[in-house]
């Protein structure tokens, strides 16, 4: 549950790699070092663990400090919090019975940068404990990863976007050949199909990846077909490695399918948000908050409700901005297709 962060080995550097990113990275680590808690945010599956592990490893490398790394996923309600986290870095309550007292004992011994990943479990709750260790420990970096922000008064937010489009299609190439997908075998050229494929897959790590594995059975332009509809894209499951390549990289692939990072995010709408987002899925492109209430206002959604969903949407990386400045809104293609399930669903 608590990992040391070390310096990655490299038993295969292919699959290590951290593709583009390079200046997301170099932001994040510059925020880490002025900042006290600095808040990842983005949709499922766009890469924040990935680029968060990155982040902690080069502040480290600049900046002596421990790094402990917490996996909220296992967190069952963010009352929880402080003891969900004393557990993960075992560290036991005072006698007095306070968790954040000891938490801050603990965190506040030596400079530590704390990564929280999964902050979106917090449901912008557990904010104020965050703020006591913060404020009690002066050597204390937070780094707070999740499709949500903690929603702290101190959070200095970094959104993050779909993979550009070289390292998106290096991905899927590189994923294609480890599992040996026929298409893919001649190495050092990309394949004319990966970049449409991976803008269907908008540009999304784990999209990408869980695709590369279909590639062994489908050609690129069939599984362009299978991943336009809604029930092929959420479909893309974890496919093994061949046994040759697997001892090695093999942990290193995600072990979830499409549908179960997307119903994550959908767990924790409130019934209105779950409602707006369905509807939105029927609404092509994007929109702002005027468009999404003229195309979704109707039964059980309605006036402040709505605009409450609709701001709800957006704090849990739902609904993701586009557009230099503009206040418009579209749904990740993920998002989309997984709403237009629940959407035919509703309206049976
Ligand atoms: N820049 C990158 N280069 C190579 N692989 C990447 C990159 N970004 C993400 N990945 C891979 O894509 C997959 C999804 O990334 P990651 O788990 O970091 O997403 P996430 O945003 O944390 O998702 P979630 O919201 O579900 O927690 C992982 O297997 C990760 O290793
Ligand atoms: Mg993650």
Redesign the pocket.
Known sequence: MTTEAAVPSDPCPTDD?????GRELAALTRALAVHRLVALT??????????AAAAAAEARRLRPCRVRTVDLGALHAPELFAGTLGYALGIRARDDGSELGALAQGLGAEPTLLVL??CERLLGRAAAGIEYLIDACPDLVVLA???ATPGSRYERVQR?EP?AEG?ATA?LCTRARQFGAPAFARSGLEHLDALPLCHLLDRN??A??LAAGRLTQLSPRQLMSEVSRPAGLLGLAPVALPPDRAADCGD???D?TLRA?VE?SHDLCTRAERLLWARLSAVPVGFDLAEAEQACTGRDLTGYALEQAWFGLIRSSVLVSYGAGAQRYRLPFLLRAYGRERLRRINR
């Open positions: 790699t951290l593709l583009g990113r983005g949709p499922a599956g766009v890469g924040k663990s990935r680029l990943d999964g990863v999740g499709r993050l993979l390292p991905l790590p784990l990408i990846e290193r692939l995600p979830r990072a994550g």
